[in-house]
């Protein structure tokens, strides 16, 4: 069993975004770490392709037993799979720890053990507030006050008494040890299973940080993000208008992430494009001629006065 790997749930209708992060992770693992690959059945041939070097591929039917074929929260089965997924690969006996990743990352820097890893045997836990999340008010309105009742039905569930919402919303690293305590001093009393637990609320994430909270199964080594994710359109043209790049993002983070969730149908959003590049996916050929003759309009009268 490996000290320290990394995990992507896929599917085939992520296979875009999966092929430029493994492409991403091979070219920044610095330190051999292993990315296992984990995909339906059907999808094996599909993602064979970016099978290499530290990257093994394995069908998700290795925890078929915890998987569902049913609707779950309102989720529907996929969904809820790769979120079972994440929490039960510890199962397999693997890694001790592992960095679970999306699709729709991309590494910008290498990285290596100790950037998951406060000891060699203790991760950092990613514990964050989410505050700048707070105060935008259209994320506000569309996630904020639902995720944040759902989290706090997790503190209730485990009892976690605390004011304070010390979560994330992924590219965390799992201990298998928290997850086994998890699942010996809170599934397996009341007689749940994982979706029993994501029907109560859908947030894997969110499910181990409390728990960890509660039991301190392990020393928490809490750090911010490892991965910059833009949330929503706004959050990803403020960057784009500032100037920021991707090198500049790099100081702070090992990978960024386009949230796909908003950013599908503008297709994969490369971080290293230019301004012009970047604005261009978010702009219609309507606001492109407005913002042409805005152009236009100001050039003329300054150079009148």
């Keep these: 069993m490996a000290t320290l790997a990394l995990l992507l749930k896929s599917?085939?209708?992520?296979?875009?975004y999966a092929k430029r992060l493994v492409s991403s992770f091979q070219r920044h693992n610095a330190e051999g770490l292993t990315l296992y690959v984990v995909v339906p059945e059907s999808d094996l041939g599909l993602f064979g392709?970016?099978?290499g070097s530290n990257v093994e591929l394995l069908s998700e039917t290795r925890l078929g037993e915890y998987l569902t074929d049913e609707t779950v929260h309102g989720m529907r089965p996929?969904?809820?799979n790769q979120e079972i997924i994440k929490l039960a690969f510890w199962e397999l006996g693997l890694a001790e720890n592992y960095f679970c990743v999306d699709s729709d990352a991309e590494f910008i820097r290498d990285f290596g053990f100790a950037d998951f890893m406060a000891s060699d045997n203790a991760p950092y836990t990613v514990l964050v507030e989410d505050k700048e999340l707070l105060v935008e008010p259209r994320y506000y309105e569309q996630y904020w006050k639902t995720r944040e009742a759902e989290i706090r039905h997790i503190q209730e569930l485990v009892g976690l008494d605390t004011r304070v919402i010390r979560t994330c919303h992924g590219h965390q690293v799992f201990s298998a040890a928290v997850l086994r305590s998890f699942k010996e001093k809170f599934l397996e009393p009341r007689g749940w299973s994982y979706v029993d637990?994501?029907?109560q609320s859908p947030y894997e994430f969110?499910?181990?940080?409390m728990w960890?909270?509660?039991d301190h199964s392990i020393e928490i080594h809490a750090r911010e993000p490892f991965v910059k994710v833009f949330h929503h359109e706004g959050h990803h043209l403020e960057y784009i208008l500032r100037g920021v790049t991707q090198?500049?993002?790099a100081r702070g983070?090992?990978?960024v992430v386009v949230n796909s969730n908003y950013s599908r149908d503008l297709g994969v959003v490369e971080s290293t494009a230019s301004k012009p590049e970047s604005l261009s996916r978010y702009l219609s050929y309507g606001e492109v001629g407005q913002l042409l003759a805005s152009k236009f309009k100001d050039t003329f009268r300054r150079r009148l006065r």
């Design 78 to 80: 996929g969904y809820i």
């Design 253 to 255: 983070y090992l990978a």
């Design 212 to 214: 960890l909270q509660k």
């Design 11 to 16: 599917y085939s209708g992520d296979f875009t």
């Design 49 to 51: 392709a970016l099978v």
């Design 197 to 199: 637990a994501l029907a």
């Design 247 to 249: 090198a500049d993002i």
């Design 206 to 209: 969110s499910w181990y940080n």
